[in-house]
């Protein structure tokens, strides 16, 4: 019978586990958690079975010791515990876990209470956890038998199968993960599979490729070197693809690091080599003196020890380096084959090549998206983080929770809150607020200490190396990034680190089965217990994780927010729900509007405790404004609290605006206020009587001027026409050149008929304020041609469609050509607006602009191929298929009317009204099919 090789399966175990946490959407999703969970423990359980069942002893280092510890207490976080020692580990904890069913009426939550927030999000986090020690602790087992490639090289491996996924989806044009699975925030360009988010997929290309280059580097075989800087090319330019800066910065701060690395090994071989050369020329002095010496000098083994010095320089000097000498034991203990020493510059010319590819290709194909990237790109992350930082000072013990950080994050939030975050985007904000300043900051400590030890110790082996710039490129990412938080990104990192510590530990000139001191030996059997207790984890807590994610229960509350029949168990279900999610705000929020939705009961108890959770939400703030502007009691309060909404997130300036000016008059009260003073004060962020002439005064009242003009705005569209002139009346007051008053001063006078009264509004704007609005020429070509004044008009238009670059202008040239009867002038109009179209959208609309043209012009036939060449840009615009349809019956076309309205039907296929005009289109084109002649 044939023996089982079980160290190739080990190794293939090995990329499986590395591939799927990266292919599987970077393991994100809780299926894919608890799967990455369970081929770890198969890992680790192939591993031992290669040393033997009991055998050898488990063998835990520090860094085994930090990552078992970190995965206990994590599980201490999940675990309930009673509330006098939740209020003494995590006082804030205990107040939200205590307060979670106030809207319920229950003012104080009996029983006992876990130390994080977020409880399902925490057990996926342990299980998590349990894969990244799994990996580490089978990782230091198959190093110490066969040695740092054996470990690099699947990682190498999966980093290619992810490249090739990557490339797939962008020359495919993929919207959906393999064409298959379609994520909840599914971009419009294709995706940057498989990790969703191009960060995380830098991280994992620029880790990859900088392994690729030093597997290159130690490998002798010329045909596997130039496969390895192959796919080190490969996975650098995908890098650079992704567009990520943080990847960007990562992948080349490694590379940086790995040549320093290099050099430095390089200098230190040079003194060894030259250290060893004295040696042996010692030894062969002593030899030959010690060979001619008297017997009777009393030193009987003076040659066998000359003889042992002279084979321990040979040995010094032939293998110090495991990279470029010959005769050298290689990583398994065995002998090399003698090959022909290579130059030190050619070798780090190898070294430099696949850098260099992938740089420039990457640099090649994308250099303008990655330039624009760096001078374009946000800085909100570092916010992000700032604000993370600042929750350890109400969880500094025992944190939120790991993998709570979405629940607990919202009230500390100052982005906007459009946008929901579920990490720092910080590898220090996220493990001090998850696990505590104590076990977090261990982490870090604990992370830095392994990497400067071996990175002040520059190794002679090449893939020690790259390891060493792998693990400090992807750190100094998740400065900005949180790759790390994903099983796909986790595993290889701890992988790495394995290497890298046990190359900090004992060097690489000795050989790997003198591994370093552990701190703890458990006996063999031992690790049978880690297997079943990791088998029982994901039994028990998978299922109950993914049921009651934060995401689940949300689409579940969001369904009964939609609906406006009341569901009696929703509050059952919602007293479970906070319960399991005691510091999210968004749960409560949606229960509110169901009950606003369907009439039954105040929501208000519910939208306080989602205030209370997150206080400047905007959403709550217009329910609550919304609710209470249907009481004219509480009409006042109702325009606070859509300036409270505007305070919170400015961009709901306009739609605050136009809820405020339905409720409101605008007109000057008694004492000369008006009755919207209080929304212009909130939604401006009044800086209070002691501001003075002081910088928030001054953005005080820029705000406001904004809020105003805003309001003049709104007043403007919904027809109160008085109000209006009251708002720009106090805009012109502050600034009489206010471009915006001016404008809508300018409209009023023109529907009033009073066109010089709309130039002379338009004169009173500065020049370089006129020069770049597009209503500037579009005011002034409409009040000229009230006048009659059409050549004016046109050469105005013509003046502003050279200046400006805006759609509007062309379009109202063409209406002013048209309008006169020249057609063909109107269709030179639009074709500037088409050639300045940039989106689908654009273009197709420049192309329907040109289509109702040439039906106004009496042209239906070149309106109808028209049609079907906007139809060409955008094929899922309905009005078009519609369009369509109508100008193909017009002009008699049967068989263009039946595709026209088959592709209606297939599009709606609830209105009947178009099946019936299939029906008829389709008989009629039989009919005209029999009767036409053979």
């Not at 007293?575 to 929020?589: G, M, N």
């Not at 300018?746 to 002379?760: E, F, K, N, V």
Request: charged letters at 20%; glycine letters at 8%; aromatic letters at 8%.
């Amino acid at each position: 019978m044939r023996r089982i090789d079980l160290e190739a399966w080990h190794g293939r175990c090995l990329f499986v586990l590395f591939a799927w946490a990266a292919l599987a959407i970077g393991s994100a999703r809780p299926f894919a958690v608890a799967v990455t969970t369970i081929l770890a423990a198969v890992t680790f359980t192939v591993g031992r079975l290669e040393r033997g069942v009991a055998r050898h002893g488990s063998r835990l280092d520090g860094v085994s010791i930090v990552l078992l510890l970190l995965t206990a207490f994590t599980f201490l976080q999940l675990v309930p515990l009673p509330p006098s020692t939740v209020r003494f580990l995590s006082p804030r904890a205990f107040e939200l876990h205590d307060a979670a069913l106030v809207p319920l009426g229950v003012p104080h939550r009996d029983g006992w209470f876990p130390l994080s927030l977020d409880p399902p999000a925490t057990a996926l986090a342990a299980l998590a956890m349990l894969a990244v020690s799994l990996t580490y602790l089978t990782v230091r087992q198959r190093l110490r038998s066969h040695g740092g490639r054996s470990v690099l090289g699947p990682i190498v491996a999966a980093g290619v199968a992810v490249a090739i996924v990557f490339f797939l989806h962008r020359l495919a044009g993929w919207t959906k993960v393999y064409d298959e699975y379609l994520p909840r925030y599914a971009p419009a360009a294709p995706l940057a599979a498989p990790f969703l988010n191009p960060n995380h997929l830098a991280g994992a290309l620029g880790f990859a490729a900088t392994l690729s280059f030093g597997l290159a580097l130690s490998s002798v075989d010329r045909f596997r070197r130039l496969t390895l800087i192959t796919a080190g090319a490969m996975t650098g330019g995908a890098c650079l693809l992704t567009l990520s800066r943080g990847g960007v910065i990562g992948f080349v701060a490694g590379q940086l690091l790995f040549v320093v690395l290099r050099f430095a090994a390089r200098r230190s071989e040079g003194r060894e080599e030259a250290r060893a050369a004295a040696e042996r020329s010692r030894s062969g002095v002593r030899a030959a003196t010690s060979s001619v010496a008297p017997a009777a000098e009393g030193v009987p083994g003076e040659n066998a020890s000359a003889r042992e010095a002279v084979a321990t320089g040979t040995e010094a000097g032939t293998g110090n380096s495991g990279a470029s000498g010959a005769g050298r034991e290689d990583e398994s203990g065995g002998r090399r084959r003698h090959s022909p020493r290579e130059s030190r510059d050619l070798h780090l010319a190898w070294a430099s090549l696949g850098a260099v590819l992938a740089i420039v290709a990457g640099s090649y194909v994308a250099y303008g998206a990655i330039r624009a990237e760096f001078e374009h790109g946000d800085a909100s992350k570092l916010e992000i983080a700032r604000d993370a930082l600042t929750m350890t000072g109400d969880y500094p013990v025992a944190g939120i929770g790991r993998g709570a950080f979405l629940a607990a994050y919202p009230p500390y939030q100052t982005q906007d809150d459009r946008w929901t975050y579920t990490h720092p985007e910080n590898i220090v904000a996220q493990y001090v607020v998850e696990w505590g300043v104590p076990l977090g900051g261990l982490a870090l400590l604990g992370l830095l200490f392994v990497l400067g030890r071996a990175a002040m110790r520059p190794p002679l082996k090449a893939h020690n190396a790259a390891a060493i710039a792998a693990v400090f490129a992807l750190l100094l990412q998740n400065v900005v990034d949180f790759g790390l938080e994903l099983l796909g990104l986790a595993l290889p990192f701890v992988a790495a680190l394995a290497v890298v510590r046990e190359t900090g530990a004992v060097g690489d000139a000795r050989r790997t089965q003198r591994p370093s001191h552990p701190r703890l030996r458990l006996p063999g059997p031992a690790w049978m217990a880690a297997v079943a207790g990791t088998i029982a984890a994901v039994a028990l807590l998978y299922p109950w994780a993914a049921a009651n994610d934060l995401a689940v229960e949300s689409d579940r509350f969001r369904l009964y927010a939609a609906d406006k029949q009341y569901h009696p168990g929703m509050l059952d279900d919602a007293r479970e729900a906070f319960a399991r999610h005691p510091a999210d705000y968004y749960l409560p929020f949606l229960a509110g509007i169901h009950l606003a939705r369907a009439g039954h009961g105040s929501p208000i108890a519910f939208w306080n405790q989602a205030l209370r959770l997150r206080p400047c939400s905007s959403m709550a703030h217009f329910a609550v404004a919304s609710y209470l502007s249907r009481m004219p009691a509480h009409r006042s309060q109702s325009i606070e609290e859509y300036g409270q909404a505007v305070r919170c997130r400015p961009g709901a300036l306009e739609q605050a605006t136009a809820a405020v000016a339905r409720l409101t008059t605008g007109l000057p009260g008694i004492d000369g206020s008006t009755d919207n003073d209080a929304f212009v004060r909130l939604a401006a962020g009044d800086p209070g009587p002691y501001a003075g002439a002081s910088e928030a005064a001054t953005d005080f009242e820029r705000r406001r001027v904004e809020v105003w003009d805003a309001m003049g705005s709104a007043y403007e569209r919904i027809g109160k026409g008085a109000a209006a002139a009251v708002v720009d009346a106090r805009l012109l007051e502050r600034d009489a050149g206010h471009a915006a008053a001016r404008f809508r001063r300018a409209r009023a006078a023109l529907d009033a008929g009073d066109a010089q009264g709309a130039l002379a509004q338009l004169a009173r704007i500065p020049d370089d304020a006129a020069a770049s609005s597009s209503a500037w020429y579009l005011l002034q070509a409409r009040a000229r041609q009230d006048q009659g004044r059409i050549a004016e008009a046109v050469a105005v238009l013509e003046d502003g469609l050279g200046a400006l670059r805006t759609p509007d202008i062309p379009v109202a040239l063409s209406e002013l050509y048209a309008g006169t009867g020249d057609y063909e002038a109107a269709a030179r109009a639009l074709s500037a607006l088409e050639t300045r179209a940039r989106t689908q959208q654009e273009r197709s609309d420049a192309v329907a602009r040109r289509v109702q043209l040439l039906i106004r012009a009496g042209h239906p036939a070149d309106a109808l191929q028209q049609t079907r060449r906007a139809l060409g840009i955008d094929p899922g615009r309905l009005d078009l298929w519609r369009l369509a349809a109508d100008l193909a019956e017009q002009l008699g076309d049967t068989p263009g009317a039946v595709w026209a309205l088959r592709e209606l039907v297939r599009r709606n296929p609830q209105d009947g009204g178009l099946r019936d005009r299939l029906r008829e289109a389709e008989t009629h084109a039989t009919q005209v099919r029999l009767l036409s002649p053979p």
